[in-house]
């Protein structure tokens, strides 16, 4: 049966056991990033860039980088489409890094009191694996996990349960020793199913109160 979330279960998708070990999504948790960051600086118009963003550079566009394609393909294969948008689309390789506001700085100082503990920290993230590695560069805190599952190089992606299973087996890591963190309620409720206690974030108040309820942080 599917688990979902209650009035009063304050966000978290109850698995199990008792969690020793937390597992982190990136984007929406760690790292704050839209594409409006940028695309606020090209297109001023609201209108015309929500246009933009939902018929040209998609979310589901977006997605399939974090499935693996390539950017340069995905790049090129769009401006055939669009060449009269081209210059906006090759920044949404070329300018990347604007997409990111910065760090979500008190997840941050979670993930770090963690780690500092001796709580054993991993990442699941719907990535691309050029740009998360651009990530680390730009953010030295993520590389701070024990062991990170970046669903373009497993051409996997959230939220097929597949992708967790990657997660386990990789890193030999019991589900119900697990409480998992994210931004999408879907994938909070697969993480759920596959046995974690499972956080849906929405901010890092509730993050940190969670940690504290399973005794993962005092």
Known sequence: MDKVLTEGTGGILHGEGTPDIVVFDIGGVLLDWDPRYLYRQLIHDEDEREQFLSTVCTMAWNEEQ????????????????????ADLIHAYNT???????GPILRTVELLEQLDEAGVP?????????IKFQLA?????????????????EEKLIKPDPAIWKVLFERYELDPARCLYTDDRLDNCQVAASLGMHAVHFTGPAALEKALKQFGLMK
């Open 95 to 101: 300018r990347w890094p604007e997409m990111i506001s």
């Open 66 to 85: 974090d499935r693996g394609r390539s950017f340069d393909q995905a790049v090129t294969d769009l401006v055939l489409v669009h060449p009269d948008k």
């Open 136 to 152: 680390r560069s730009l953010f030295p805190f993520l590389n701070r996990f024990k062991g990170v599952v970046v669903s373009a």
């Open 121 to 129: 920290i991993y990442a699941l993230t719907n990535f691309n694996d």
